[in-house]
């Protein structure tokens, strides 16, 4: 676990120095529509879990969330979860292994020309993250963690705050 806080604080920290312009060149947003588009495509395959929440189901998430916040750290994780406008969570381990090798090579399609902020090799799995940071590198717009090996996909669509985010890994590694 704290192998993956230290990469995360990394990207934090890249993103906080701002993206040099050469290394932002030619590189885009990942559209969340066309993610959306093929998560739900998979979804109904066996063996793909899929938990998406948008708008409304944020507002909910959120209120139940902020009621039931009692330590700092969960106040800190209600701060971020204001800023995000979708949540996809899509962990498809146990689908068949031709569908999970096509799922793979399409989000890789999809992310061939996002900004990959980190990529991480070890023990024969990639971690790969996306985002975008602002110029001024005080917030990361659109966070995606694609570790195909491991049959996860996370994104968090929205701007979340690379300040608040680095606080909170630095509880947690606490």
Do not use: H
């Not at 947003?29 to 998406?52: C, H, I, P």
């Not at 009621?67 to 899509?90: C, F, H, N, Q, Y």
């Not at 940071?133 to 994104?155: A, K, M, R, W």
């Amino acid at each position: 676990m704290k192998k993956w806080i230290s990469v995360v604080l990394l990207v934090i920290f890249t993103a906080e120095m701002g993206m040099p312009e050469a290394m932002a060149a030619g590189r885009k947003k990942v559209n969340s529509g066309t993610v959306a588009d093929l998560v739900r495509e998979y979804n109904l395959y066996q063996g793909f879990d899929v938990v998406s929440i948008g708008g409304l189901g944020l507002g909910l998430v959120r209120m139940i969330a902020k009621a039931s916040a009692e330590t700092p750290e969960e106040r800190a994780v209600m701060g971020i979860l204001d800023s995000l406008r979708k949540v996809i969570v899509v962990e498809y381990e146990e689908a068949e292994s031709s569908r999970k090798d096509s799922f793979n090579r399409k989000v890789s399609v999809l992310l061939d020309d996002a900004e990959k902020m980190v990529e991480v090799k070890e023990d024969g799995e990639t971690l790969n993250i996306y985002g975008t940071s602002s110029s001024d590198g005080e917030f990361i717009d659109d966070l995606i963690v694609f570790i195909p090996e491991d049959c996860t996909l996370v994104c968090l669509f929205g701007r979340v705050s690379a300040e608040k985010v680095a606080d909170i890994l630095q509880m947690a590694d606490e």
